[in-house]
Antibody, heavy 121, light 110 residues
Framework: QVQLVESGGGVVQPGRSLRLSCAAS????????MHWVRQAPGKGLEWVAI????????YYADSVKGRFTISRDNSKNTLYLQVNSLRPEDTAVYYC??????????????WGQGTLVAVSS | QSALTQPASVSGSPGQSITISCTGT?????????VSWYQHHPGKAPKLIIY???NRPSGVSNRFSGSKSGNTASLTISGLQAEDEADYYC??????????FGGGTRLTVL
């Protein structure tokens, strides 16, 4: 069965960096586009970034553009999110999600359980 | 890209039906038949329940149904059950080829 397991979250000071990972199993990871989606405390879901199956397409939400970088290693079945210059408003649970398609957004057909990033001094 | 508009909360009694609306613009909901809905129990992974406006993934109860008219999509849950109590989010493809979510709706089963 499809499994997505996020890791790498934690408490970090403003301005610092983290790298989030999402280990995928139960499907051919290299065939699917992948996303990061976040949920701040008490708030709704916010899309963060998408990467196509072959890394040729990467799009970001305006709120993270220039600070976050999405990448993937298809040989390791792993999705990454490098988060730099963290701000308190980046505090959220970060979910990885699989897209039904391989290039652009279709819909999120499977989700992980999330990893918490807390930005605080 | 502004978030799609959903009611903050809805409620219903067991066995009743409820409908959650999701209003966007011609650049998202109204322009494409790529609206999806997600059920989210806090602390758990969100779950896809409707895709492409009205299609149900395998294993999702037929008590969940979706529709769209103009710039507004709707999720209807019939025969409400206690386990339906959760947060529900709509999402749509947009002109920029990226997704946008609704603000979420908290469903309370009375």
């Amino acid at each position: 069965q499809v499994q997505l397991v996020e890791s790498g979250g934690g408490v970090v000071q403003p301005g610092r960096s983290l790298r989030l990972s999402c280990a995928a199993s139960g499907f051919t990871f290299s065939n699917f586009a992948m996303h990061w989606v976040r949920q701040a405390p008490g708030k709704g879901l916010e899309w963060v970034a998408i990467i196509s199956f072959d890394e040729s397409i990467k799009y970001y939400a305006d709120s993270v553009k220039g600070r976050f970088t999405i990448s993937r290693d298809n040989s390791k079945n792993t999705l990454y999110l490098q988060v730099n210059s963290l701000r308190p408003e980046d505090t959220a649970v970060y979910y990885c999600a699989r897209d039904f398609g391989n290039y652009y957004f279709n819909f999120f057909d499977f989700w992980g359980q999330g990893t918490l990033v807390a930005v605080s001094s | 890209q502004s978030a799609l508009t959903q009611p903050a909360s809805v409620s219903g009694s067991p066995g009743q039906s409820i409908t959650i609306s999701c209003t966007g613009t011609s650049s998202d909901v109204g322009g494409y038949n790529y609206v999806s809905w997600y059920q989210h129990h806090p602390g758990k992974a969100p779950k896809l329940i409707i895709y492409d406006v009205s299609n149900r993934p395998s294993g999702v109860s037929n008590r969940f149904s979706g529709s769209k008219s103009g710039n507004t999509a709707s999720l209807t849950i019939s025969g409400l059950q206690a386990e339906d109590e959760a947060d529900y989010y709509c999402s749509s493809f947009t002109r920029s080829r990226t997704p946008v979510f609704g603000g979420g709706t908290r469903l309370t089963v009375l």
